[in-house]
């Protein structure tokens, strides 16, 4: 298995919903991250887990909460967002040897705050 | 902060030609990676670079990391229409730093 695999592929959700999305990779890279890209952006990176370790948080807004259940899977759980947060969510993942230098990213859900 | 100046913005090009852009930074970095990315996907690693001088190909694909450190380039010979896409260069300095990513430039190849 040499991808990272994103679920769902598209999420419309309210501003009182609570949602998750889903990432996972078996490539036995030992740290996660997700970004967040508007249209016509690059990236724009939210959180990083290394070794199921938060290491770094973008001063993201607390509605949206990471979670590393373990080391092929990482979750985005959102709650109460507004419509300006709709945009296409990035997982990426990165192998130990690399040092975290390169970086896989999964195909992203879209998702669309009503 | 680090920030990538990645040019051109855009790309209009007949399907045959060579395409060149290029990425420079403020910055020393100690990695450049180039992207393609398809809308609505996520981004495709294409060519990744570690050291000042290097030159890689991969396919019809070629790009080199500056001697300076500060800059990098992408080369795509004979395009085809699937070509088509955002190509994004992304650097890091530094043993822990993030990846900084350049705006974009938009490829567009006519049949």
């Known amino acids: 298995d040499t991808e990272v695999t994103q679920t769902p592929k598209h999420l419309v959700m309210g501003m009182t919903n609570k949602k998750s999305l889903k990432c996972e990779q078996h490539?036995?890279?030992?740290?996660m991250y997700w970004y967040k890209q508007k249209a016509k952006k690059p990236p724009e990176l939210m959180f990083v887990?290394?070794?199921?370790?938060?290491?770094i948080n973008e001063s993201v807004p607390s509605r949206f909460s990471p979670e590393c259940p373990n080391s092929s899977l990482l979750n985005l759980h959102l709650h109460a967002l507004q419509p300006e947060d709709s945009a296409l969510y990035l997982c990426?993942?990165?192998?130990?040897?690399?040092?975290?230098?390169?970086?896989?990213f999964g195909p992203g859900t879209r998702l669309t705050v009503l | 902060g680090q920030q990538l100046n990645q040019s051109p913005q855009s790309m209009f090009i007949q399907e045959g030609e060579d395409v060149s852009m290029n990425c420079t930074s403020s910055?020393?970095?100690?990695?450049w990676l180039w992207y393609k990315q398809d809308p609505g996907e996520g981004p495709v690693l294409l060519i990744a670079l570690y050291k000042a001088g290097e030159l890689t190909s991969n396919g019809r694909l070629t790009a080199q990391f500056g001697i300076t450190r500060k800059d990098s380039f992408l080369n795509i010979s004979a395009s085809i229409p699937s070509d088509v896409g955002i190509y994004f260069c992304?650097?890091?300095?530094?043993?822990?730093?993030?990846?900084?990513f350049g705006k974009g430039t938009k490829l567009s190849v006519k049949p």
């Open positions: 990426a993942s990165s192998p130990p040897r690399a040092g975290g230098r390169e970086q896989f």
């Open positions: 887990y290394s070794y199921e370790k938060l290491s």
């Open positions: 490539m036995g890279h030992r740290a």
């Open positions: 910055s020393i970095f100690n990695t």
């Open positions: 992304a650097g890091r300095g530094g043993s822990q730093g993030n990846l900084i």
